[in-house]
């Protein structure tokens, strides 16, 4: 069989650096994730007197609330006043926030999360009123920076630990409900850019779609269904998500109907997630955790270098770390969740 490669790199190695990325990542991230907190501390950062703007999507996700609270307690612990806003999912609810954050006119505004087109106007709308906008997750060109994890990086790494569990070969099953959400089409788009050079690896169509709200349940009913159209053991190797409450329901289904031969891929780092990933009796293969907390308190620490006159690069990276079968118990250590 003809070798194919990409940037030198031919289809052994390339599952040889699958099946030791989450020991390089639970070997780097926490290190440099140190680092950015004591680099913080000693530049003797300040929000003291200004105003700060929180726009959250929703803090019903693990990643979202930790991300939100951090950022609170990140701007009073900087002397400043945080104005924090919960849009609760709610589109219509998270543009009359956002059009209510404008009117105040805050010192700066950061929104985390959301569908671009449907905040991108009033991101648009906040630096032509003169408020700096900052992000967390949100790649609009209104934003002056984002924090977020390396999701070009979550995104290969991810679906490398997949394709080497899998063999190399076999039918997986992939949500794809959130293409509008950027970090969800980056993950996305890695997870095929791989699957390419793979060719024996084919994604079922058509795609499934999750869902907000009642993700963990609709995940369950699809993940059931498909198990019901490809009974054989063997039909499907793996099902693969962008984010994790998706790859939650998925593995109750797996376990549910007996299934436990299939993976399952997902990404954040829920606590419940993990603790699956470590059961070596779950179906769930692997998660890359992100650290919300450190990507929330990043995001103000950014904040008060702009107001200071600083210049910011346009994305900052906050490290993951790739949780698998191996590794689960130390990355959940260093998470400091395990």
């Not at 003809?2 to 031919?10: I, K, R, S, V, Y």
């Not at 919960?86 to 105040?104: C, E, F, I, S, Y």
């Not at 991108?120 to 032509?128: E, Q, T, V």
């Not at 299934?259 to 990933?277: A, F, H, K, N």
Request: glycine fraction near 10%; charge should be neutral.
């Amino acid at each position: 069989m003809t070798e194919h490669t990409n940037a030198g790199l031919g289809r052994r190695e390339i599952l040889k650096f699958a099946a030791v990325a989450g020991a390089t990542f639970a070997g780097t991230s926490l290190l440099a994730s140190a680092g950015t907190a004591a680099a913080a501390d000693d530049e003797g950062l300040s929000l003291k007197g200004k105003r700060i703007a929180i726009s959250a999507t929703g803090t019903d996700h693990y990643f979202d609330l930790q991300a939100y609270n951090a950022q609170i307690e990140e701007v009073k612990r900087l002397g400043g006043e945080p104005i924090a806003v919960d849009a609760g999912r709610n589109d219509g609810k998270l543009v009359a926030q956002l059009q209510t954050l404008v009117a105040q006119k805050p010192d700066a505004i950061v929104q985390i999360l959301g569908t671009l087109s449907v905040i991108d106007p009033w991101l648009k709308k906040a630096r032509d009123a003169g408020i700096p906008v900052l992000t967390v997750d949100v790649g609009s060109t209104n934003s002056i920076n984002n924090t977020t994890s390396d999701n070009w990086g979550i995104g290969k790494d991810l679906a490398l630990q997949l394709v080497s569990d899998i063999g190399a070969e076999g039918n997986i099953v992939v949500f794809n409900g959130f293409y509008g959400v950027t970090p969800c089409a980056i993950r996305y788009d890695q997870l095929v850019n791989v699957v390419k050079y793979f060719p024996k690896v084919k994604i079922i169509q058509p795609e499934l779609r999750d869902v907000i709200p009642n993700t963990v349940q609709d995940a369950f009913t699809q993940i059931t269904a498909i198990l019901n159209k490809y009974p054989e053991k063997g039909s499907i190797k793996a099902i693969w998500s962008a984010w994790d409450i998706p790859q939650l329901g998925a593995t109750q289904a797996l376990s549910a109907a007996g299934r436990t031969e299939i993976r399952t891929y997902g990404v954040d780092g829920s606590p419940e997630v993990l603790q699956l990933v470590a059961d070596p009796n779950s179906p769930a293969g692997a998660n890359a955790a992100q650290q919300p907390a450190e990507i929330g308190r990043t995001a103000i620490r950014n904040v008060a270098k702009l107001l200071a006159g600083q210049t910011l690069p346009r994305e900052t990276y906050v490290p993951a770390l790739l949780a698998n079968k191996a590794n689960v118990k130390d990355v959940t250590k260093k998470l400091g969740i395990g």
